[in-house]
């Protein structure tokens, strides 16, 4: 939902509120990653693309 949230106020030039959703969803998907102590459950969460996805936009929104 935060990605497509971002990618929606992207579309309409509101990035600076796109980059602050992006920074929420980075953070909470830190937080669940972290929270994951099976090694073979967690290469399946960093395996999500939309987890690729949300950080990926938000490493480019960051930078533009």
């Known amino acids: 939902v935060r990605l497509v949230f971002a990618r929606v106020l992207e579309a309409h030039g509101e990035l600076p509120r796109a980059r602050e959703v992006l920074v929420a969803a980075v953070t909470r998907l830190a937080e669940r990653r972290a929270a994951i102590e099976e090694p073979a ?24």
């Open 41 to 64: 459950l967690a290469a399946s969460f960093d395996s999500v693309a939309e987890h690729a996805a949300t950080i990926a936009l938000a490493e480019r929104l960051a930078s533009a």
